[in-house]
């Protein structure tokens, strides 16, 4: 065998089985399809590196929450 998972003569076969399951008219189709989720899927993943990390915050440090008569809130976090 040879030493990576794609080679070409797999490829073709591959591309030859999706062109006799989906016919010629609907492969552009499905090729869009994985390019738009492909590019949407880096995006989402770029936007997240961008985010700065927090750092996490003690709970006993955050002001108690009050409800609108002022009293603390009783329901459970």
């Given at each position: 065998m040879g030493e990576g998972l794609f080679q070409p003569t797999h490829l073709l076969i591959i591309f030859v089985i999706a062109l006799l399951v989906f016919g010629p008219k609907k492969l552009p189709e499905l090729g869009k399809?994985?390019?738009?989720?492909?590019?949407?899927?880096?995006?989402a993943f770029k936007s997240s590196?961008?985010?700065?990390?927090?750092k996490p915050t003690d709970s006993k440090a955050l002001p108690e929450a009050k409800g609108s008569t002022g009293e603390p809130s009783t329901?459970?976090?």
């Amino acid at each position: 065998m040879g030493e990576g998972l794609f080679q070409p003569t797999h490829l073709l076969i591959i591309f030859v089985i999706a062109l006799l399951v989906f016919g010629p008219k609907k492969l552009p189709e499905l090729g869009k399809g994985l390019g738009e989720a492909i590019r949407g899927f880096k995006d989402a993943f770029k936007s997240s590196d961008a985010i700065p990390p927090t750092k996490p915050t003690d709970s006993k440090a955050l002001p108690e929450a009050k409800g609108s008569t002022g009293e603390p809130s009783t329901r459970a976090p």
